[in-house]
């Protein structure tokens, strides 16, 4: 429901700014062109699109994503060790990052909710630090290959698509970093 | 040398080699993906229509305008450029609502601009906030999420500050 207030409001808020600085017209005749765009746009970046996600599935039938699960495991041992002391929470979350890093967002989330559920046992509905911890991890992206951004650029005629590469890996560390922290911070001074 | 250049045509090459080396059938598993991104995009094209024609509406209204200029002074002092105000407010509440208007700002700008690239690099390094928080927290049965908002909105923030510093720092522009 939340989207169709968005929506709603993106649409009243055009209308009706548009009537009072005179607008109007630009806006009936922006509606068309958005949503050819929107077409244009998703034609001109599907070759792009099915062509990285072959290449993630070759990964995943190679077994990638198993290795990378293995490498993940001391890490989040250190993050999160109540979690990991029970195995299958362990695999279900390591199996979670890695997924995420591939940018397999359809492996990863009934990976990290099958986490989440584990680690909710016992809670009483109320999130434990390692659960916050978690779910930060979630909301900040950790692709490795952002191939729907690198889809669109290239649809658009960029030089290189993936010349943001080094930029996105970097604001995506500070942005972890950060949300970590945050989360570390909180946890102490947090009342409840 | 751009490394990036030859990141593609290298990957390419071996991911099929360390395929092939271990008998995977390459060929199959890259049709078998392709049609998981066509399901994608399937998936997003209704989404991005609704949306896209939104973000258009608001654009030619001038109502992005007064955005930008609203929020243009304490953007300007976190480093991020204020053409990308719509960005971030849409940002954590919707992840089609992002590409409509991230692919917008690249299509208004140029793809290779500063803007473009911040724009790229801002959906790049972040995810839908709110969607996951509620998918997390849901599923787990969890009533009270604690801090777990404030913290990932002020990774969100950080993504964003460090997008804009990111691309001035390796394309040294803006």
Known sequence: MAMAWIWTGMVVLSVGYGIYAGTIDAVGAAAMEGAAAAVE????MAGIMCLWNGVMSVMRSCGLTESLSRLFRPVLGRLLPNACRDEET?????????????????AATPLGIKAAQRMAVGCGGKASDELCL?????????????????????ALGAENAFDILPAVWLASVISVAVGLLAARLLARLWRD | MDFSAYLVPLLLAFVALFGVSRRVDV?????????????????????????????????????????EKLLAPALEALGIP??????????????????????????????????????AVMLGSTETTFYTIAVYFGSAGIRRTRYAIPAALAADLAGFMAAAFAVRLIFSAG
Do not use: F, K, W
């Open chain 1, 134 to 154: 978690l779910v930060v991890l979630n909301t900040a992206s950790i692709q490795l290959l952002p191939t729907t951004v690198a889809g669109v650029r290239s």
């Open chain 1, 90 to 106: 362990l695999s279900a979350l390591s199996g979670n990052v890695s997924a995420n890093l591939l940018g397999l967002g359809n």
């Open chain 2, 27 to 67: 060929y199959n598993a890259l049709a078998q993906g392709a049609e998981e991104g066509l399901r994608i995009l399937l998936r997003i094209l209704p989404a991005l229509v609704g949306l896209m024609t939104a973000v258009h509406m608001l654009r030619a209204s001038g109502v992005t305008e007064v955005l």
């Open chain 1, 41 to 44: 746009l998703c034609l001109s």
């Open chain 2, 82 to 119: 204020p053409e990308t105000a719509a960005l971030l407010l849409i940002r954590p509440v919707s992840g089609s609502g992002a590409l409509a208007i991230g692919s917008e700002l690249m299509a208004t700008h140029g793809p290779d601009s500063y803007i473009g690239r911040v724009a």
